[in-house]
């Protein structure tokens, strides 16, 4: 059954909004292995290696911000949406753990927080392509639905982030659009709906 933009949204400003910051999100999730791959191409220098992944790094970040931030608006307006907000979370616990593991590497104990950490990761990721897929079926985006299907595998989930991206663009703009669907609401009659009747021979004049 399709989305109908035009009544079965009560905020579609906010959700649009919502729906953009996600959108934000994957892209900043996008860029950050293209910074990476940039990366690994300079290994023969010391000083840009490190400055592209501390890049990476803050990247995904704020990628991770925009795309919590918008998971979590987006789970007031549509239900189950919430499992990706939880599934980010789970990554970004993932990645301290990593993070801590390397660095107590040193003294034996951090093998125990690594593999803990990408568990947590790959949890995660399933659980955030769950709720890319949710929000797509919510608005009948088959291109988001695909995108989080690919997500979720973990597989093909640099492909389905970008098809994602592109998905969550047209349910965006749908959004946007259906917000000059409602003049009504603030006292005005949609042009559409204005009619000039002539009564008589007579002659409009300006």
Do not use: C, W
Not at 9 to 24: F, I, W
Not at 121 to 127: H, P, S, Y
């Amino acid at each position: 059954m399709s989305y109908n933009y035009g009544s079965n949204n009560p905020n579609p400003s906010l959700e649009a909004d919502a729906v953009g910051k996600l959108r934000t999100g994957i892209l900043y999730f996008i860029i950050v292995p293209l910074i990476s791959l940039i990366a690994t191409f300079t290994f023969f220098t010391l000083v840009l290696p490190i400055i592209l992944l501390v890049v990476s790094l803050v990247v995904a970040i704020l990628g991770f911000m925009k795309a919590k931030e918008g998971m979590s608006n987006l789970s007031t307006f549509v239900n189950s949406v919430g499992i990706g907000s939880t599934g980010l979370t789970l990554v970004l616990v993932g990645l301290i753990l990593e993070l801590l593991g390397a660095i107590l590497l040193l003294v034996i104990v951090g093998i125990v927080f690594i593999p803990i950490g990408a568990l947590a990761e790959l949890i995660g990721f399933i659980l955030f392509g769950i709720g890319i897929y949710r929000v797509g079926s919510t608005f009948s985006n088959g291109l988001t639905k695909i995108g989080g299907i690919l997500v979720a595998t973990l597989v093909l989930g640099f492909i389905g982030l970008i098809m994602s991206y592109i998905g969550l663009g047209e349910v965006e703009r749908n959004l946007r659009s259906s917000v000059g669907q409602f003049p009504a609401s603030h006292g005005m009659m949609p042009p559409s709906s204005l009619q000039v009747y002539q009564i008589g021979m007579g002659t409009l004049s300006g």
